[in-house]
T-cell receptor
Framework: SQQGEEDPQALSIQEGENATMNCSYK?????LQWYRQNSGRGLVHLIL?????REKHSGRLRVTLDTSKKSSSLLITASRAADTASYFC??????????FGAGTRLTVKP | ETGVTQSPTHLIKTRGQQVTLRCSSQ?????VSWYQQALGQGPQFIFQ???????GRGNFPPRFSGLQFPNYSSELNVNALELDDSALYLC??????????FGPGTRLTVT
């Protein structure tokens, strides 16, 4: 069963704008990860945030984690057309499985 | 490029048949996980292997089985294929607990 739920399901923005995607989950976690997927291909790891961290940055990516609300957000700043993809959050609860949400489909228009 | 490869890229099978999908992990990655991704959905965890032993399993029936070999390759076997088994099958390897490196996937179509 899926753990996370991304919001919104789809997002369309203009190049240069910021994109924010949210993820909610249900159980306690060790860490939360964000992945990107282009057109039904393999997933690419973007960033991992541990349960004792509140914010993390990687290039144009900023991830926040609020364990009290069981939610996370991914911010992509100064978006580019090449950022067009599906973005998934995945939670690791130390049960040797990783649970993914249904994803947010981001379209960045040039 | 994640260094993880999968074969075949695409596969068409008939309901009731059996299929074997293959994955080659990065050298040194002792953990491999398999996922099923239906169209428009996120990946669903099938099972994980660590050093050739099953180390966790999702909510999939026993007709989904796997093997992991000492040379960092692994297999996913599905018996008695059903139409709902049509999906993208992804393998992911990791050296430890955190980040996983995904292969490009095998697109299985069951008719």
């Amino acid at each position: 069963s899926q753990q996370g739920e991304e919001d919104p399901q789809a997002l369309s923005i203009q190049e240069g704008e910021n994109a924010t995607m949210n993820c909610s989950y249900k159980t306690s976690i060790n860490n939360l990860q964000w992945y990107r997927q282009n057109s039904g291909r393999g997933l690419v790891h973007l960033i991992l945030i541990r349960s004792n961290e509140r914010e993390k940055h990687s290039g144009r990516l900023r991830v926040t984690l609020d364990t009290s609300k069981k939610s996370s957000s991914l911010l992509i700043t100064a978006s580019r057309a090449a950022d067009t993809a599906s973005y998934f959050c995945a939670t690791d609860d130390n049960n040797n499985d990783m649970r993914f949400g249904a994803g947010t489909r981001l379209t960045v228009k040039p | 490029e994640t260094g993880v490869t999968q074969s075949p890229t695409h596969l068409i099978k008939t309901r009731g048949q059996q299929v074997t999908l293959r994955c080659s992990s990065q050298s040194g990655h002792n953990t491999v996980s398999w996922y099923q991704q239906a169209l428009g959905q996120g990946p669903q965890f099938i099972f994980q292997y660590y050093r050739e032993e099953e180390n966790g399993r999702g909510n999939f029936p026993p007709r989904f089985s796997g093997l992991q070999f000492p040379n960092y390759s692994s297999e996913l076997n599905v018996n008695a294929l059903e139409l709902d088994d049509s999906a993208l099958y992804l393998c992911a390897s990791s050296p430890g607990a955190d980040e996983q490196y995904f292969g490009p996937g095998t697109r299985l179509t069951v008719t």
